[in-house]
C-alpha cells in the first residue's frame, strides 16, 4: 500500500505511452505524494514501441500493451511478471479483464470504428463500406489508421467474415480491396491536438479509437462524431506492463497502485476520454459521464465485434508485408 507522506526523493519513473494517454494531474498527484519524478515518452504506433523497447531496454519501467500482445511479449521476454500484493488497488479492477498470468494490469478499453465530421456530411457514415468504396465526397478525406491488424481486420468485416476466418486467402482478398480504396485515403495515427486532420476539416471520415474521437469532441471539435459500423467493430484493451529490464520496479508498482485509487482511476478515464477497467472508478462517474455511448457503446451494439486475434506467424507475416506494400503506396 502507498503510504500518505512516504517519499522516494531523487528517484525516477519513466512511462512509455500513446499521446495523452495519462492525466498530467494525476502524475503530479504521484509525485507530490511520492517524490518520484515521472518521465514520460510517446509512441505512435504499436512498431515503434517494439523498436523503442527492444534498442532502450533498459530506458523505460512501463508501457501500456494491447490485450492481443501480451503473450507475444511474454515470449519475447520484454515484460516482467507483476507481484499483485504490491498493488493492493487493483481489487478495484473488474474481474473480466484480470490477467490470468499476471504480467498485466488491465486500464481502459474501447473500440475501433468510424470517427467523422457531422457538420460537413449530408449522410453520417455507418459502414466500413462508406471508408472501403468511399463517395465523392470523402475521397481523399478518408483515414486508415497506421496498423497493419487493424485496416486488414476492417476490410473483413467489410467481406461479412469473423476473426477466425482470418487466413493467407483472405488476406489477400482483403488487400485487393485495400488496393482499389488507398488512392482515396492516408494511412496516419493522428495527432491528439488541433491538427488533428478531423479538427481542421481535411479528414471528413475514417477509422479512429472511440477514445480518440471523444477526446477530439470534447476538447477541440464538437462536430467530431463516431459510429460503431454495422459489419462489426474491432475490440481493443490496454494493460500496463512492467518492462524486464526496468530499473525502477518497485516505483513502477507504487504508481500502478495509485492510478488504480478509485478517485485518481475516474480523474485520469475522465481526463483521456476511454472506459475504465476499475469499478470503483467507474460508480464515481455521472449519470451523463456513464451514458456517454462513443465511451461505454450498449453491449447489444457490441454483438459483432471482436478482439483482434492473429493465430499464426505466417498470416502475421503476410499481414505485415501486404501492410508495408500499401502503406508506402501513395
Same mark, same amino acid.
Given at each position: 500500500?502507498?503510504?500518505? &507522506?512516504?517519499?522516494?526523493? *531523487?528517484?525516477?519513473?519513466?512511462?512509455?505511452?500513446?499521446?495523452?494517454?495519462? #492525466?498530467?494531474?494525476?502524475?503530479?498527484?504521484?509525485?507530490?505524494?511520492?517524490?518520484?519524478?515521472?518521465?514520460?515518452?510517446?509512441? #505512435?504506433?504499436?512498431? $515503434?514501441? +517494439?523498436?523503442?523497447?527492444? =534498442?532502450?531496454?533498459?530506458?523505460?519501467?512501463?508501457?501500456?500493451?494491447?490485450?492481443?500482445?501480451?503473450?507475444?511479449?511474454?515470449?519475447?521476454?520484454?515484460? /516482467?511478471?507483476?507481484?499483485?500484493?504490491?498493488?493492493?488497488?487493483?481489487?478495484?479492477? *473488474?474481474?473480466?479483464?484480470?490477467?490470468? $498470468?499476471?504480467?498485466?494490469?488491465?486500464?481502459?478499453? @474501447?473500440?475501433? &470504428?468510424?470517427?467523422?465530421?457531422? *457538420?460537413?456530411?449530408?449522410?453520417?457514415?455507418?459502414?466500413?463500406?462508406?471508408?472501403?468504396?468511399? +463517395?465523392?465526397?470523402?475521397?481523399?478525406?478518408?483515414?486508415?489508421?497506421?496498423? /497493419?491488424?487493424?485496416?486488414?481486420?476492417?476490410?473483413?468485416?467489410?467481406? @461479412?467474415?469473423?476473426?477466425?476466418?482470418?487466413?493467407?486467402?483472405?488476406?489477400?482478398?482483403?488487400?485487393?480491396?485495400? +488496393?482499389?480504396?488507398?488512392?482515396?485515403?492516408?494511412?496516419?495515427?493522428?495527432?491528439?491536438?488541433?491538427?488533428?486532420?478531423?479538427?481542421?476539416?481535411?479528414?471528413?471520415? &475514417?477509422?479512429?479509437?472511440? @477514445?480518440?474521437? /471523444?477526446?477530439?469532441?470534447?476538447?477541440? !471539435?464538437?462536430?467530431?462524431?463516431?459510429?460503431?459500423?454495422?459489419? &462489426?467493430?474491432?475490440?481493443?484493451? %490496454?494493460?500496463?506492463?512492467?518492462?524486464?529490464? #526496468?530499473?525502477?520496479?518497485?516505483?513502477?508498482?507504487?504508481?500502478?497502485?495509485?492510478?488504480? =485509487?478509485?478517485?485518481?482511476?475516474? %480523474?485520469?478515464?475522465?481526463?483521456?476520454?476511454?472506459?475504465?477497467? !476499475?469499478?470503483?472508478?467507474?460508480?464515481?462517474?455521472?449519470?451523463?459521464?456513464?451514458?456517454?455511448?462513443?465511451?461505454?457503446?450498449?453491449? $447489444?451494439?457490441?454483438? !459483432?465485434?471482436?478482439?483482434?486475434?492473429?493465430?499464426?506467424?505466417?498470416? #502475421?507475416?503476410?499481414?505485415?508485408?501486404?501492410?508495408?506494400?500499401?502503406? @508506402? +503506396? $501513395?
Amino acid at each position: 500500500m502507498l503510504l500518505s &507522506g512516504t517519499s522516494y526523493s *531523487d528517484e525516477t519513473l519513466s512511462l512509455l505511452t500513446w499521446e495523452a494517454y495519462v #492525466s498530467p494531474k494525476v502524475i503530479e498527484a504521484f509525485e507530490a505524494q511520492t517524490g518520484i519524478r515521472v518521465e514520460t515518452h510517446f509512441f #505512435s504506433n504499436d512498431p $515503434q514501441r +517494439s523498436l523503442l523497447i527492444s =534498442t532502450y531496454p533498459e530506458a523505460y519501467d512501463l508501457t501500456l500493451l494491447d490485450k492481443s500482445d501480451l503473450v507475444r511479449y511474454q515470449n519475447l521476454k520484454w515484460i /516482467a511478471p507483476m507481484n499483485l500484493d504490491l498493488i493492493p488497488n487493483q481489487k478495484h479492477l *473488474d474481474a473480466q479483464w484480470h490477467d490470468s $498470468q499476471q504480467f498485466g494490469l488491465a486500464y481502459t478499453w @474501447g473500440t475501433t &470504428g468510424i470517427a467523422y465530421r457531422a *457538420d460537413k456530411l449530408e449522410t453520417a457514415p455507418d459502414k466500413w463500406a462508406d471508408l472501403l468504396n468511399p +463517395s465523392l465526397a470523402l475521397q481523399g478525406k478518408v483515414l486508415m489508421i497506421n496498423e /497493419a491488424e487493424e485496416i486488414f481486420i476492417a476490410a473483413l468485416k467489410y467481406m @461479412g467474415l469473423r476473426m477466425q476466418e482470418m487466413s493467407i486467402r483472405t488476406i489477400d482478398l482483403a488487400y485487393d480491396i485495400l +488496393s482499389t480504396q488507398r488512392p482515396y485515403t492516408r494511412y496516419n495515427i493522428e495527432p491528439l491536438n488541433q491538427e488533428n486532420g478531423f479538427v481542421t476539416g481535411e479528414i471528413l471520415a &475514417g477509422m479512429a479509437y472511440n @477514445g480518440d474521437a /471523444a477526446y477530439l469532441k470534447k476538447y477541440f !471539435n464538437s462536430n467530431i462524431n463516431y459510429a460503431l459500423p454495422a459489419e &462489426g467493430c474491432i475490440l481493443w484493451a %490496454d494493460y500496463w506492463v512492467i518492462l524486464a529490464k #526496468s530499473p525502477n520496479r518497485r516505483n513502477a508498482h507504487l504508481f500502478l497502485d495509485f492510478i488504480n =485509487t478509485p478517485k485518481h482511476a475516474r %480523474d485520469n478515464a475522465l481526463f483521456i476520454s476511454n472506459a475504465t477497467t !476499475n469499478k470503483a472508478a467507474y460508480q464515481l462517474l455521472s449519470d451523463e459521464e456513464r451514458n456517454n455511448t462513443i465511451i461505454y457503446p450498449p453491449k $447489444q451494439t457490441l454483438k !459483432n465485434c471482436e478482439f483482434i486475434s492473429i493465430n499464426t506467424s505466417a498470416i #502475421s507475416r503476410e499481414l505485415n508485408h501486404l501492410f508495408f506494400m500499401l502503406s @508506402g +503506396s $501513395q
